[in-house]
């Protein structure tokens, strides 16, 4: 059975690097941006776990924690996102009934820890398998728990973290031309400065430790004024 879920924040930002890392780790996942969108949504289709922004427009998380128990919504599983120093805001989100909480900046592998932890207390779904995502590149595998590239004799190769978070980007979307703009979207989602050809200098560091010959790249191609895309098989011709 798989997961249901929504995350409620209006950090558009943020949802997106959250649905995508979680979606990779097998949830399938819906965002909003208010209570209203997220009231609509549990209405069109139940969730299983709810991760839930305590200040948002509108309605703020506490209230809306509150009314999800029961009734309309199927008392869905709630996670509330907090503000690191929110001691009274964590407590008081726990006592309107929330199962646990996160605070920001949220990292996406706790958070998946403790979506696995609140369902398993919980019993509301079955949680994907533990073990680690990997997604074919070539000859190679990229690890998306332990962050590497695994190679064909199993040695693993250690992956810079804008590298990783840049191969992990391509490995969401295979197939799909991706701008330098668009790249650079996902691979710094919290707004750290960078500008477009960065990426091209990442992704010949990533063409070095990825292609068999880095000169005629195979699994992460230039598409001539457009950008790159992600070729899992290695096998198209550039």
Not at 37 to 51: E, F, G, I, N, T
Not at 201 to 228: F, Q, S
């Amino acid at each position: 059975m798989s997961v249901e879920l929504i995350i409620a924040d209006d950090d558009a930002a943020l949802c997106g690097v959250l649905a995508e890392y979680l979606r990779l780790h097998g949830l399938n996942v819906r965002s909003v941006g208010d209570g209203a969108a997220l009231k609509d949504a549990l209405r069109a289709a139940p969730a299983d776990l709810v991760v839930l922004d305590l200040n948002m427009p509108g309605e703020d998380g506490l209230s809306l924690a509150r009314g999800l128990h029961g009734g309309e919504f199927g008392d869905p599983a709630i996670i509330m996102l907090t503000g690191a120093a929110d001691v009274v805001d964590r407590v008081a989100g726990l006592e309107v009934g929330a199962d646990d909480y996160v605070a920001k900046p949220c990292d996406p592998r706790e958070l998946l820890a403790r979506i696995r932890a609140v369902l398993r207390r919980r019993n509301k779904a079955q949680m994907p398998e533990a073990a680690p995502a990997l997604v074919r590149m070539g000859d190679k595998t990229l690890d998306l728990e332990d962050r590497c590239l695994i190679g064909p004799d199993q040695q693993r190769l250690a992956l810079h973290p804008r590298e990783y978070d840049l191969l992990a980007a391509f490995a969401a979307r295979p197939g799909r031309v991706l701008t330098r703009e668009r790249l650079l979207d996902l691979a710094h989602p919290h707004g750290e400065e960078a500008f477009d050809r960065s990426i091209d200098v990442r992704i010949a560091r990533i063409r070095r430790k990825l292609e068999a010959d880095p000169t005629n790249p195979r699994i992460i191609r230039t598409v001539r004024g457009a950008g790159y895309v992600f070729d899992p098989d290695g096998k198209r011709q550039a």
